[in-house]
């Protein structure tokens, strides 16, 4: 110290003031206010990851709710129009066809608006959740539009097929039948194009 000194006063440098030094002192943190902070820092952190694991979880179940209804409609338009509407009674017994098909899908429009009201839902959320977490892009954006609009068709061709095309088909004659049967199956495979369209987009949608 007394060196240090008296270097100084050799050089003309004047030793800080007590009052400075004290100051200098005085503002250095103590050692359980870091502390402190330090934890609190650790703290948001582990509170930020736990958010986004809470959100992907969140999303994941989201995802596999509105898939696996989307599959479930879709399995099923695909099973009616690779093997109910292609069953050997629809030529040899027409009019045993249509009083099996009529008991066959009794009750299935409600099945199918219950489904609906777990598609529609989930898919508003999913994307409400990626605009809030990620924001978009503008492939991401294209993906969503367009499944968007399929299943906007999806839901016309389903109201058409329940509310036009059935009533017809029940009170039809037997030589009107045929047209009718026609524009039931070209709707069908309209909706087996719509769906199965909608599912694929959706899940890479899900990974972009």
Same mark, same amino acid.
């Given at each position: 110290m007394a060196a240090a000194s008296q270097q100084r006063r050799s050089t003309g440098q004047k030793c800080p003031h007590p009052e400075f030094?004290?100051?200098? !002192?005085?503002?250095?943190? *103590? @050692?359980?206010?870091?502390?402190?902070?330090?934890? =609190?820092?650790?703290?948001?952190?582990?509170?930020?990851?736990?958010?986004?694991?809470?959100?992907?979880m969140i999303t994941a179940v989201l995802e596999a709710v509105h898939t696996a209804a989307l599959a479930s409609w879709f399995g099923c338009m695909c099973y009616s129009v690779m093997f109910v509407q292609k069953?050997?009674?629809?030529? %040899? *017994? +027409?009019?045993?066809? *249509?009083? =099996?098909?009529?008991?066959?899908?009794?009750?299935? %429009?409600? @099945?199918?608006?219950?489904?609906?009201? !777990?598609? =529609? +839902?989930?898919?508003?959320?999913?994307?409400? @959740? %990626?605009?809030?977490?990620?924001?978009?892009?503008?492939?991401?954006?294209?993906?969503?539009?367009?499944k968007s609009v399929l299943l906007v068709a999806v839901v016309l061709l389903f109201v058409y097929v329940s509310w036009h095309l059935w009533p017809l088909r029940i009170f039809a004659l037997p030589e009107e039948l045929p047209p009718i049967d026609r524009k039931f199956l070209n709707a069908s495979q309209g909706l087996v194009l719509t769906l199965g369209s909608a599912l694929a987009i959706g899940v890479v949608a899900g990974h972009v």
């Open positions: 030094l004290s100051r200098r !002192v005085s503002s250095i943190p *103590e @050692i359980p206010e870091l502390v402190r902070h330090s934890r =609190f820092h650790a703290w948001r952190i582990q509170h930020a990851s736990d958010r986004q694991h809470d959100g992907r069953h050997p009674m629809r030529a %040899r *017994e +027409p009019a045993v066809w *249509e009083v =099996f098909v009529t008991e066959m899908v009794h009750g299935v %429009r409600w @099945i199918v608006l219950g489904t609906m009201a !777990v598609i =529609f +839902p989930s898919w508003v959320a999913l994307i409400v @959740i %990626r605009l809030t977490a990620q924001g978009s892009d503008t492939l991401w954006l294209s993906l969503v539009s367009a």
